[in-house]
């Protein structure tokens, strides 16, 4: 599997992680993943990540540290972009964004820019 490849796994992996953020995923919340995803020339791979996932049901935890670790793994990629994005929109979706999915969007940035930098500090 290429880097990238990985990549577009680690988003959905992410998209679990945040439509569970409050416990369990809401119908709303997969169509509008689908709907997002139809758009996207990976759609079918990261929607295949969700759904193995969501039918896994593993701890959030754990597949949040996983993807962060694929992405540190990447390295700086202008997908990011549309992740963020699609992270929004389906936080929007159901009763608007919650406090819990806020954190799990603002935690994926924050870590992410974090471990980028202790990355740049390495090679310095």
Do not use: N
């Not at 990629?77 to 806020?102: H, M, N, T």
């Amino acid at each position: 599997m290429t880097k990238k490849e990985q990549l577009y796994d680690a988003f959905g992996e992410l998209v679990y992680v945040l439509a569970m953020a409050d416990g369990q995923i809401q119908p709303e919340e997969i169509q509008q993943i689908k709907q997002i995803l139809e758009g996207h020339l990976q759609g079918a791979q990261i929607q295949w990540s969700f759904d193995y996932e969501a039918k896994k049901h593993r701890p959030v935890e754990e597949v949040y540290e996983e993807v962060i670790d694929t992405c540190r793994q990447v390295g700086p990629d202008p997908e990011y972009l549309f992740l963020i994005d699609l992270l929004e929109k389906v936080a929007a979706v159901y009763a608007g964004k919650d406090r819990q999915e806020d954190q799990v969007i603002q935690g994926f940035t924050s870590d992410l820019i974090e471990r980028f930098r202790k990355d740049l500090e390495a090679i310095e």
